[in-house]
């Protein structure tokens, strides 16, 4: 795609305006610009096709009318047939929104540079957090509507860099929509409402748990290099993943941040470990951390997430004011002021992309940038913590300078970094 190619069909579709194909005003509207450019089409392309990335292609395919998946990119080849094949299940009702043929799917770690350049104007972000920060920053240089799917970052220069690609993108008018989906869930929204008009008072405390079982592995194979084992299997490495604190965890942080209105923790004290979860196949990532979050007022935050089988699971938020609690799962407030959710929930997935279609159409960017990157940054000062067993300040996290990017990422021995020990890893 060459920028100005790219410039003029954007150009075109922020003048063309409004969603609202079918509304008169709008056809008409959209009739001119079709004049012009000969084509009113949103084409979207995926970097990371595994099972989010498919699911958020389908509901990008799903949220506008005329909307084409037109490039793929995922480090391997294997990926993409199987998104593809999946995506052409005609029970998705996405078929004849597919134009991919083989020149636009591409394989390798630089895939993104090549989807980027496809002459699109979306992009779906699903690889795994590790490389976000570069491919955000491409996207946006390219002038690109982002989905970018959470979190941000695996580090704080990754995420001192995503705050920076989110000013541009509000600077270029682009929209940069997030994937922490509970922020376009119906219920949470609704009751995020009432949490932020007082519904609880005021907060005191908070409890938000993400204990579950544990996940995927795929099985190494002979001819596969130690990188390409590490890449296939992301999440069992900091440097890809950020840990699970970072990965999976990240939703219920989110949560505690937003009832806080945006404000975000300056303290994180945090326990953690490997204890069932030990086979060196699982890489060098924890099973459990325990970490107590606490704010300027004094508020403060209980996180527990586990991924180890056989063992309880729950996970459900839970917020604490002087005048009730609430439970956010079950969209419900008891206390002064009684409330339940009783609308019916749409899926908060496709939401996320019907917000992000309307946005692009009605020249109304969204932004979620600033909540991304502070998510992202309140998990990775919860797992600073845990791995070196101190107490960790927002303003040390946020300045940190560790750094998990590898001198390259060709198809090579790689060895696994040692498993954080608290007390003795340093913070740095
Ligand atoms: N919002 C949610 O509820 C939700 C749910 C699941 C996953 N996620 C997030 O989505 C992302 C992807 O997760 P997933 O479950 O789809 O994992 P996945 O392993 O199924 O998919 C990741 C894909 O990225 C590919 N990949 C790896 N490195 C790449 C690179 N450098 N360039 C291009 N492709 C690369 C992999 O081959 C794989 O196909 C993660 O950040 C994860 O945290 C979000």
């Known amino acids: 795609m060459t920028d100005s190619k790219s410039l003029s069909r954007r150009k075109f579709l922020l003048s063309t305006g409004g969603a609202a194909i079918g509304s008169g005003l709008l056809s008409q509207r959209l009739s001119a610009g079709m004049h012009l450019r000969g084509d009113d089409t949103l084409r979207v392309g995926i970097v990371g096709c595994g099972g989010r990335g498919t699911g958020a292609v389908k509901q990008a395919l799903l949220a506008d009318k005329n909307v084409k998946l037109v490039a793929m990119g995922d480090a391997f080849g294997d990926r993409i047939d199987r998104s593809l094949s999946s995506l052409n299940n005609p029970e998705n009702g996405v078929v004849e929104k597919i134009d ?79 994937g922490l989906c509970y922020r376009y869930h119906d219920g949470r929204l609704a009751l995020m409402d009432q949490v932020h008009s007082g519904a609880i008072g005021d907060i005191v405390s908070m409890q938000v748990n993400y204990l579950t079982g544990e996940l995927w592995y795929h099985e190494r194979q002979p001819e596969w290099s130690d990188m390409e084992w590490q890449m296939r299997n992301w999440l069992y490495f900091t440097w890809l993943s950020g840990d699970h604190i970072a990965e999976q965890h990240i939703h219920s942080l989110d949560v505690a941040a937003w009832a806080m209105g945006d404000q975000y923790p300056v303290r994180a004290t945090s ?70 959710f009783k609308g019916r929930a749409r899926n908060m997935y496709q ?10 159409r009605k020249n109304e960017p969204i932004n979620n940038g600033e909540y991304m990157c502070k998510s992202t940054m309140m998990a990775i000062m919860g797992r600073m913590s845990a791995y070196t067993g101190q107490s960790i300040t927002w303003d040390q996290a946020w300045n940190s300078t560790e750094d998990f990017t590898p001198v390259d990422y060709s198809w090579r021995d790689v060895a696994v970094a040692p498993v954080a020990i608290p007390g003795v890893t340093k913070f740095i």
Request: aromatic residues 10%; neutral net charge.
């Open 100 to 178: 991919v043929p083989e020149e636009r799917r591409f394989d390798g770690v630089d895939c993104y540079k090549q989807v980027i350049a496809s002459d699109i104007d979306v992009i779906i972000l699903a690889t795994p957090p590790h490389f976000r920060p570069e491919h955000l920053r491409a996207a946006v240089d390219a002038g690109l509507h982002v989905f970018a799917e959470k979190p941000v970052a695996v580090d704080a220069p990754g995420v001192r860099s995503v705050m920076e690609t989110s000013r541009k993108a509000k600077e270029k008018n682009l929209s940069l929509v997030s």
């Open 351 to 360: 939401n996320e992309h019907d917000a992000l279609f309307a946005a692009i």
């Open 271 to 340: 326990v953690g470990g490997r204890q069932v979860r030990t086979d060196p196949k699982y890489g060098n990532v924890y099973d459990h951390f325990n970490t107590t979050y606490e704010w300027e007022n004094g508020v403060k935050g209980f996180s527990a997430c586990r991924q180890q089988n056989g063992c309880y699971r729950e996970v459900n938020d839970y917020l604490i004011g002087t005048k009730g609690r609430c439970d956010v799962f079950k969209h419900r407030i008891d206390g002064e002021n009684n409330w339940r």
